[in-house]
């Protein structure tokens, strides 16, 4: 039976270096990068000040519904940001979190401005892409990034139940004041 697999998150919580492990350590997977499908079949209608694309979600996500459905692989990984924001059907959610500090680093490091930069610590602050996939997923599991987020996540496509315990991070957002 084929498994379907959201891998969300924050910008900079470590979704993609996850995905792209995961995909190589599972026989049989295919990784589908929700960022390369907006461009590749151009599902955005223009740019905001930022940078960043406005994505069309509906489009973005019935094709990327339309390609795990077609998938012949069996674990497809579905990989992005924006996830948490759409349903895909089927699938579970896993949303990867990180501290605060970590991705106020890695986000400097991209060279992101100072309100995107902002406004991802915040969201990750306050659980944005968790709360949202609950609205859209049957079962979300929120893991760490990091040295553990590979096996814990193996556990979850193998469909095997992990402990998870509640991700609290308001507490380093307001630790962070002053240095956004």
Known sequence: MKRIMVITGTPGTGKTT?????AKALKNSELIRSNDIVRKKKL?????ND???IVKMSKLAAELNRMAR???ADYVIIEGHLLCDMKIDNAIAIVIREHLPTILKRLKERGYSRQKIEDDVVSEGIDYCGVRATNYYRTVYEIWGGSSALGKAMLIAKGKKIKVKEIELLDELNGLHGKL
């Open 18 to 22: 996850i995905s792209q492990k995961l």
């Open 44 to 48: 955005f209608t223009s740019y905001a």
């Open 51 to 53: 940078g960043a694309m």
């Open 70 to 72: 077609a998938s012949k």
